[in-house]
């Protein structure tokens, strides 16, 4: 029972929660660790440029406390190496946001296997495996009241056919929700909830091409809000998986598309 105005303002703060956020230097990445930086959680963020880390970092330190860890997310060595440092500076961490990512996008008949990879290897591996490597710090942070959250970055891409031949793209992020509500149900024992935001058409290095290509409002034609995805919408999404007010929230996909993926 909510007995007053503060407790119900309290089911949204995230203030002294321990956040790493993975590619968090740019794009959705960044805009979720500035919200929870501005938020009063202390945050880590890693990305592959040890220097584009370190500035992003930096910039964010403006608004609260911001710490870089440059990792390549690629690999299980780096992952287990991202883990141990964590370990070596946190005795816990409330909240991992897996977001590094990467997209390939080719022709089906030039399609290379190297590709194939590096995004499977990023979007799917990194997750599972960093999650393996830093289970003993969310389980230290987890209580049944306010379990540790895993929130995973999506796509609505995963459940709708993109009209690019980003094939290896499409196919790893339905593998990043079907992985997500597996390990919801394998880690609610363990009081982690793992909850996964799928992202509509953002603002990011990602879409930048498609952007100059086609136009804005050639865009968001289809998205029933006519508008891109903002820097708050992701931050708020993320923000609430992570606080008391999703206590009871697990293996969710929450979409946040205005409605593009979803209504049409």
């Not at 938020?39 to 040890?50: L, Q």
């Not at 990467?102 to 499977?120: C, N, Q, T």
């Not at 591996?125 to 389980?139: M, N, R, S, T, V």
Request: glycine share 8%; net charge negative; proline share 4%.
């Amino acid at each position: 029972m909510l007995e007053s105005n503060d407790e119900i303002q309290g089911l949204f703060g995230v203030a002294g929660k321990v956040v790493l956020v993975t590619g968090g230097s740019r794009g959705i990445g960044y805009a979720i660790a500035e919200g929870f930086v501005k938020a009063g959680a202390r945050v880590y963020i890693c990305s592959r440029k040890e220097a584009d880390c370190e500035a992003a970092a930096e910039q964010l330190s403006a608004y609260g406390e911001c710490h870089p860890i440059p990792a390549d997310l690629s690999t299980v060595e780096a992952c287990q190496a991202l883990a141990r440092e964590l370990g070596d500076r946190e005795n816990k961490i409330d909240v991992l946001v897996n977001n590094a990512g990467a997209l390939w996008a080719e022709a089906l008949a030039d399609y290379p296997e190297s590709g194939w990879d590096k995004v499977f290897d990023l979007n799917v591996k990194g997750p599972f495996f960093l999650i393996k490597a830093l289970l003993p710090l969310l389980e230290a942070a987890a209580s049944p009241r306010d379990p540790a959250r895993i929130i995973n970055i999506g796509s609505i891409d995963a459940y709708h056919v993109p009209k690019h031949e980003t094939y290896a793209y499409s196919s790893s992020k339905a593998a990043v929700h079907q992985l997500s509500r597996h390990l919801a149900w394998q880690l609610a024992s363990s009081h982690v909830t793992v909850n996964v935001i799928a992202p509509g058409l953002f603002r990011s290095k990602m879409l930048q091409g498609t952007l100059e290509s086609r136009g804005e409002a050639a865009l968001v034609e289809h998205v029933p809000l006519k508008r891109l995805a903002e820097s708050s919408d992701l931050a708020g999404a993320a923000i609430y998986l992570a606080s008391r007010a999703s206590s009871f929230v697990t293996g969710m996909i929450l979409t946040v598309d205005g409605g593009h993926a979803t209504t049409l």
